[in-house]
């Protein structure tokens, strides 16, 4: 079957290697900015997130960083592993009490042994 | 604890036929979505649901319709299928918090719709 991974956006890094992946957004009014991944065949993960009062958090082997002046977000992973293969995508919450997810396009991220 | 099951997980539908996607969830969670996802794109939210009894439209509701009865279960109908709704769909829920939005989510493993 056809993979939700064609035709995204790839980043293919070295097993071990540290891998940034960018993500830019739109809505300035969005309260937290959220990573979230998706193996093949399961449906997306929470990963890690910041509040838009902040300009960097970290998580295990993840770091999220947030720019607001040019609207963009990254997450990097150290020391990538095979099991981090995945598409990674952010997303945004917006203001108000509906707790609505709003996603980006995805990055398809494929670990090379 | 099962988290969020979705139903069925593959179906073919011909066009014009009509069908109800569920999703259960046992978490005792406030909010539910239904997203579609189609290759090489995002997740679009299709409509969404902040408690029972309650329902809005999200990013692309047209073609779609929802019901949220029971605090667990959401179940989005197409009542007339089209070949432009094969996608994968997901359900998610979450739940209040008292100190500003939740951002994480938790997804069903999916749905895979083609409609022929």
């Known amino acids: 079957g056809e993979s939700v991974g064609l035709h995204l956006p790839t980043l293919s890094v070295q097993e071990g290697d540290n891998s940034i992946i960018n993500c830019a957004y739109s809505n300035s009014a969005s309260d937290y900015f959220i990573w979230y991944k998706q193996e093949s065949g399961k449906g997306p993960q929470f990963i890690i997130d910041?509040?838009?009062?902040?300009d960097k958090r970290q998580g295990q082997r993840v770091t999220v960083l947030l720019n607001k002046t040019v609207k963009h977000l990254s997450l990097q992973i150290a020391a990538t592993q095979p099991g981090d293969s995945a598409v990674y995508f952010c997303a945004e919450v917006e203001s108000g009490a509906t707790n609505k997810l709003i996603f980006g396009t995805g990055t398809l991220l494929a670990v090379q042994p | 604890n099962a988290g969020v099951t979705q139903t069925p997980k593959f179906r073919v539908l011909k066009t014009g036929q009509s069908m109800t996607l569920l999703c259960a969830q046992d978490m005792n969670h406030e909010y539910m979505y239904w997203y579609r996802q189609d290759p090489g794109m995002g997740l679009r939210l299709i409509h969404y649901?902040?408690?029972?009894?309650?329902?809005a439209k999200g990013e692309v509701p047209d073609g779609y319709n929802v019901s949220r009865l029971k605090k667990q279960n959401f179940l989005l109908g197409l009542e007339s299928a089209a070949p432009s709704q094969t996608s994968v769909y997901f359900c998610a829920s979450s739940y209040v918090t008292g100190q500003g939005p939740n951002t994480e989510a938790f997804f069903g493993q999916g749905t895979r719709l083609t409609v022929v």
């Open positions: 910041i509040r838009s009062n902040m």
């Open positions: 649901s902040v408690g029972e009894g309650t329902t």
